[in-house]
């Protein structure tokens, strides 16, 4: 039972460490969709909005960059990785709920080509983090739900075609998007689950070796031992003749 648990905790350490150690990817992708969203939304009349929504998410950024930045100097201890996983949890899911509340702070009017720019960036942030939140699926879901539902939402309950058209394309790419995660997320985890039998493998071989070496040593010197014995009964018999 101890080794069962042993193993798991070796696992999942695991794959919290692919995960902080690619930690950046998602981040840039992150911060490049904001600052495209920020520069083609620019307009002098929602400046305020478009600020205070850019230096939050940056600050939530920092913060998590911190956490990523603390992680590897700790001593990434494998019964430690609830907690680790359970911080990076909740940074993702503040990083998801800022993106979301774009389509209610960011468009001016209800503009179609604005939500639909919106709509755009989102998807290539839910769709950039899938390769790195993969190995998570609740890291995953913690920034994509987040993200984009907020604005479907949004969509689906104003009275005007375009948005509901809008609305109906956006579900749809999430769907696709969505499937590919579910695909992407098992080659992922079966890749993990190979790299820890090549661990646990390798582990048992080193294991082993040391035990041959120490039979080795324990053959070598009874093999010596022998031979001493059988030369001083050389002796013995050689006196004995005398």
Request: one cysteine or more; a neutral charge; aromatic letters at 14%.
């Amino acid at each position: 039972m101890s080794d069962n648990k042993d193993d798991y905790l070796l696992l999942q350490s695991l794959r919290v460490n692919a995960l902080y150690n690619n930690a950046a990817i998602p981040v840039v992708v992150m911060l490049c969709g904001a600052f495209g969203l920020i520069v083609t939304l620019w307009d002098e009349r929602n400046t305020v909005a478009l600020l205070s929504w850019f230096f939050t998410l940056l600050t939530i950024t920092a913060i998590r960059c911190f956490i990523v930045w603390k992680y590897h100097q700790s001593e990434q201890k494998p019964e430690e990785y609830p907690f680790w996983m359970n911080t990076y949890f909740v940074g993702t899911l503040f990083s998801g709920t800022v993106w979301g509340a774009t389509a209610y702070i960011l468009p001016s009017e209800n503009s179609v080509i604005e939500l639909g720019l919106i709509a755009m960036f989102m998807l290539v942030v839910i769709s950039g983090s899938i390769g790195i939140y993969s190995v998570f699926k609740r890291i995953y879901y913690a920034l994509s739900l987040p993200t984009i539902m907020p604005l479907i939402i949004f969509l689906f309950f104003h009275e005007n075609e375009q948005l509901n058209s809008l609305c109906l394309i956006t579900s749809l790419f999430t769907f696709f998007i969505f499937i590919i995660h579910y695909h992407s997320q098992r080659i992922t985890n079966q890749l993990l689950l190979i790299k820890f039998d090549n661990k646990i493998l390798l582990d048992h071989y080193e294991n082993d070796q040391e035990k041959i070496n120490i039979l080795m040593r324990l053959n070598k010197t009874r093999s010596e031992q022998l031979k001493k014995a059988h030369l001083e009964l050389s002796y013995l018999k050689q006196d004995k003749n005398i």
